[in-house]
């Protein structure tokens, strides 16, 4: 079994929960796919399902035979999309336009075996940002990076990005970009965890 991402998070995930796999960062230009499908009109819970598969399609062609997970997450604040911060001018940037409001994280996974899709499941999560203080932030932003630039919302909610939310709706491992007991629940039948 294989995981086509390069985020250790998600490999962490894996890891805790007993699963033996490989990881392995798929090699497409995630930007250039992810203009591609935004310009065919693709939703939130489309790119990300679409972004997950091509990354899944992407390792398996390497590795015939193997379970192949693909997993992507979008960020939708009121129609808007945001991606990781390349930088933490684009993070302070990014955290400034959430503060105050309410957005949604939107995790897909697809599994692929042989180039062919064998199961998806996409979730989402709904974050309220408290009305944080510019000291607040700036304090978040000295202790936090260079980390959060590895996440969508530029915080990590399992570390100190759990001091920005006044409210949290959802699953948990959704919201790490990994919907982890879904994909379980498809993993036993196969016999690549314990039933």
Do not use: N
């Amino acid at each position: 079994m294989l995981l086509a991402s390069a985020s250790p998070t998600r490999r962490r995930l894996l890891e805790q929960a007993g699963l033996e796999f490989s990881a392995e960062a798929a090699p497409i230009d995630e930007e250039e796919a992810k203009l591609a499908l935004e310009g065919e009109g693709a939703d939130g819970p489309a790119l990300a399902e679409a972004l997950a598969e091509l990354k899944a399609v992407a390792v398996a062609r390497r590795h015939p035979g193997a379970f192949v997970i693909g997993a992507d997450q979008v960020l939708d604040c009121e129609g808007r999309r945001y991606d990781k911060p390349r930088d933490e001018a684009a993070a302070r940037a990014q955290l400034m336009a959430l503060r105050g409001r309410t957005h949604q994280l939107i995790s897909a996974l697809v599994v692929v075996r042989d180039g062919r899709r064998l199961w998806h499941h996409i979730d989402r999560a709904t974050l309220t940002m408290r009305p944080f203080s510019p000291a607040f932030l700036d304090e978040y932003l000295a202790r936090s990076m260079p980390g959060i630039l590895s996440s969508v919302g530029a915080y990590q909610l399992e570390a100190r990005g759990a001091q920005l939310f006044s409210r949290i709706e959802g699953d948990y491992f959704t919201i790490l970009g990994l919907p982890l007991l879904p994909l379980l629940d498809f993993l036993r039948p196969h016999g690549l965890v314990p039933a």
